[in-house]
């Protein structure tokens, strides 16, 4: 049986909030200074700084819907990780082609001195066994 501890997910979930709602700077709080994101087509992007621009980039050019299913959740000290399955739907504000990214991602949490869990290693990939029209895809 799968473990799901609800403080980690809850940090995912307010990155989810804060990333569809343009809220830059919460989402960017969420990260390490050291973190590391690989997403979908992208290069690996190293920083707190180079993760700001890439998410202020993103937040200007797109309107995005996030879904997400939390397979497993799990901590042990001062580390954690959350893996499950997502689907977001970037749609460009200038009207062009909509689209809609779907598979597996894994987050790797650290819990800082200031006491809150923030993401140290955020990767996600396409994934056979997710499908692409659930949850929000076409509905």
Known sequence: MSKLN???????????????GDDAERVIDLYTADAVVAVQGRATVNGGTAIAELLRASLVKYDRRVTVRFDRAEREAN?????????ITLTPRD????????????????????GKWRI????????????????????
């Open 95 to 114: 009207g062009s082609v909509v689209t809609n990214l779907f598979g597996r991602f894994i987050v790797v949490l650290r819990h800082c001195e200031d």
């Open 79 to 87: 580390w954690g990780y959350v893996y499950g399955r997502s689907w």
């Open 120 to 139: 140290f290693m955020d990767f996600d990939q396409p994934s056979a066994d997710v499908d692409p029209t659930k949850p929000h895809f076409g509905s």
């Open 6 to 20: 609800n403080e980690l997910i809850a940090v995912i979930e307010d990155w989810v909030k804060a990333y569809e």
